[in-house]
């Protein structure tokens, strides 16, 4: 068969051109697909329900355990007075509805309405609308006092700004009950031709991409997070000793039992072990994240932030941690853990049913007009 000028064009071609002719392909197949998964679905709709649930039921316990102190913390009668607020913010940039009024009545609606607005947050009502009220929340409490915050309210503060970007009452939330009982009632093909049917798919694909990027952002804060703690304590001199924890378990202002602490302390070769684990889990977190080792060091995240909790008396800093850990897990183990506690419900239902069925059943009676006919 002989050659066509075309087929000679490509014989000449050297294999370097061919491949700088592939390059940009491959280039725009991978763009293609990146922007396919940012803007085709949302992503990880559990993960940023757990984390939307999460953090509103955790600043809201927060609340409700400084409310007896809430006035010398956040008040009119705290040391660091409005006035003094109001001169930080003047050169810090920060903001709060708090220092609006200096007083008594308006900060005590301003933190019934912290608590309103928390529990409305977790529950998922009119989220989007809620997302922003919570990170209004937020951001008023830790500027007002901020120089009693530590790493849990810096934490809480970025999540919060963060799950506006998102989603988060598409799942388990009261948004979610209600429009599944609107689409069961809704009338298909209501809108079959003209600009809404675009107007909406444009409206979805904006929302989607929106979800996306902040999710993203918040895996990349954590990464970020995770990564940067374990390079500065490579950094440090106790840490590569093996010794930073057992000054740390000896600091009398992070000792909410005494007794453990010095328990732990007395078991040095312990003690060393976690603290090079501990450096281990966080300088490698951001590069397990897509293989199945992710899982077991999660768990051992998860014990190390619970170890923090009890034995530093640091519960807010350590929750935090770990509600921003569960975005890392997929949808899968979601549902399949929403399942696994539906079950002993669903065999509750069915053993009551059955039971019913054995106690309150009759026998069929006949048509009495049938029995006057002679008929059974």
Known sequence: MPLTGNDLIRSSASPGEASGRRAPARLSVSAHRAWTLLTARPLSLYAVSVLRIGYGLLYLVYLLREFPYRDEIWGPGSPWTPALARQLFDQTGWVSMLTLSDGRVYFECC???????????????????????????????????????DGGDNLVLLMALYLVLTASGRRWSLDARRLRRRSATRTRGRWRSGAVPRLREARRTLVTTVHNCGLLVIAFQ??????????????????????????????????????????????????AVAGYLTVLLQVAFPFVLFGRLKYPVLTMLLGMHVGIAVLMGLPLFSGAMIIADSVFLPDRFYTAVADLCRRPVRRLRTARTASGARTGSMPKQGNPASLLRGRP
């Open 222 to 271: 954590v990464c970020f997070l995770y990564g940067a703690a374990g390079l500065y304590k490579v950094q440090g001199g106790t840490w590569g000793a093996g010794t930073a924890l057992h000054y740390v378990l000896n600091l009398e202002l992070f000792q909410p039992w005494p007794a453990l602490s010095h328990w732990l302390d007395g078991h040095a070769v312990a003690i």
């Open 111 to 149: 933190y019934a309405a912290a608590l309103v607005v928390c529990a409305l947050f977790a529950l998922g009502w009119r989220t989007r609308a809620l997302s922003v009220l919570f990170a209004v929340v937020v951001t008023s409490f830790h500027a007002r006092s901020i120089f009693m915050t």
